[in-house]
């Protein structure tokens, strides 16, 4: 063990702790911390509308069935009191349940507000425990500086490195994230933190398995909420000095890049550094619970919606062509049997087909008593054939543009041709003026699916028109007013 002293730590180590420890989120970037603000809202409104999912809510609740840890980890919509491992798997599992938060792309994809789980939990954790010692909570100013950090960590790794080539998840990106910024606020020294970093590299990674046909299955809702309860854990392990393992990346034969990368060391071609760029930049699903790299294409079939009908619908249509991105190739063009709801909200044609339809596409629309009831998405999805479009993949990739997107073009059998075409979907940076309003409307509209009483909802709606209140408010005084009593309505 004392040879580790001698070790020398692996650079991309040594790079996430230094910059979670000395970087100055708030005195840096006035954007981040007022998009972080949305981005925090906006996915805590996601888990409330996966509380209405009974495939969800199974999953929820303490290991031990009707165990309750008083002073313990609350759940927001909840009357949960968990410790901070299991509080993390709950709140992740809730926020991801629908594929409605946030979204990063590039040579990687994922979905950073997924760290928010393991920030709330640890932070209400640290924060009881500071009261009992006569000192402060943590603020909600602290949370939000915690989730840029977190973020760019998440979303710089997954810039010039595709962890989807090798088949791991992109929850190792929320596993290691997380592991950094959580041990740092559970006050990890340097080596603290670079141990359970380490630890977070060498764990065991979830490969893309359950996201693809034929596998595609209900563990891509969880799988985010299982990477943040285990960086909480590591992180809480660190804490009382276990070992971490400084050339965890570079060792020969043993290290990740041999494992995992053929010898090839993470790359950092479009960002050197860690700032608050992928704040800054993240995308937001404003509208449509849909994996991201069919937002702009719903868009484009909503707005045919109107022409789809009136020429007559789905018998009117001789084929549907759709051009779009090579990830969105790799991961949502599908044909044959869509087997669930997380089988559907990764098939293009699916979603497209419900879209022009309906004129909409909602989570009940990935249901089984509308998607198998209703024959006439399965018989227009048979008449969608996707193609990449060279141009619209490298402007995906530009770093001066990152566009997603997507065109659509419907011919009829009378002989006319309807296209539309959409480069930047709603929830892009270059938009985000247009979908403020949108993600507030979003936000309002989840608290209805709650057991919350009408003065609660007003608290909350207060807190969410009034940043510089809710910057200064204590997590403790947060998580109480986003949570059941135990008196209340328990959730089902």
């Known amino acids: 063990m004392n040879n580790n002293i001698e070790q020398k730590w692996d650079k991309v180590l040594e790079d996430i702790v230094d910059y979670v420890i000395g970087f100055d989120v708030e005195g840096n970037s006035k954007e981040a911390m007022e998009t972080a603000f949305l981005a925090l809202f906006d996915t805590i409104g996601c888990g409330f509308l996966g509380l209405k999912f009974i495939g969800c809510t199974k999953l929820m609740g303490p290991t031990i069935p009707n165990t309750r840890i008083p002073g313990g980890c609350r759940v927001p919509g909840t009357d949960y009191q968990l410790n901070p491992i299991e509080a993390a798997f709950n709140i992740g599992c809730m926020n991801r349940w629908l594929d409605f938060n946030d979204c990063w792309l590039s040579k990687e994809w994922g979905h950073p507000s997924d760290n928010l789980s393991a920030l709330l939990s640890v932070s209400e954790y640290i924060s009881n425990d500071n009261i009992s010692k006569s000192k402060k909570p943590l603020l909600m100013k602290d949370i939000l500086c915690a989730m840029v950090k977190c973020y760019e960590i998440q979303g710089v790794l997954a810039l010039d490195n595709s962890f989807n080539n090798i088949g791991l998840d992109h929850v190792i990106l929320v596993k290691i994230a997380s592991t950094a910024v959580t041990c740092h606020l559970l006050g990890g020294s340097r080596i603290q933190m670079l141990n359970a970093l380490s630890n977070a590299f060498i764990d065991g990674h979830p490969l893309r398995t359950y996201r693809h046909f034929p596998n595609t299955g209900s563990r891509k809702c969880w799988a985010a909420g299982d990477a943040a309860s285990r960086a909480v854990q590591l992180s809480l392990m660190a804490m009382t000095g276990e070992m971490g393992y400084p050339s965890c990346l570079s060792a020969p034969k043993w290290g990740f890049y041999h494992v995992y990368m053929s ?31 069919a937002q702009t294409a719903i868009e484009c079939a909503i707005q045919l919606h109107p022409i789809f009908q009136d020429k007559g619908g789905l018998n009117s249509v001789e084929c549907i062509t759709i051009e779009t991105t090579e990830p969105a190739i790799r991961i949502i063009d599908k044909r044959g049997i869509l087997r669930n709801p997380s089988d559907r909200d990764h098939c293009l044609q699916f979603m497209v087909s419900v879209a022009l339809i309906f004129g909409e596409l909602k989570s009940l629309h990935y249901e089984d008593q509308v ?9 227009l999805r048979e008449k969608i054939t ?24 419907i011919l009829f059998k009378d002989g006319e041709t309807h296209k539309h075409e959409i480069h930047y979907p709603i929830g ?19 608290l209805n699916s709650t057991h919350f009483t009408s003065s609660s909802i007003d608290q909350i709606k207060n807190l969410y028109e009034n940043p510089s209140k809710f910057n200064n408010l204590s997590i403790l005084d947060f998580m109480s007013i986003f949570s059941l009593s135990i008196a209340s309505t328990p959730i089902s």
């Open 263 to 293: 010898d090839q060391p993470f790359q950092f071609n479009q960002r050197s550094n860690y700032s608050t760029y992928v704040m800054e930049n993240i995308l937001f699903k404003v509208l449509y619970p849909a994996e991201f790299h």
């Open 371 to 379: 998607a198998i009831k209703d024959t006439r998405i399965d018989l």
């Open 386 to 409: 996707c193609v990449e479009n060279i141009q619209f993949s490298l402007d995906y990739l530009n770093p001066n543009k990152r566009s997603i997107a997507n065109s659509i073009s």
């Open 428 to 446: 892009h940076r270059k938009r985000r003026s247009e979908a403020i309003p949108l993600l507030q409307q979003k936000f309002l509209n989840s």
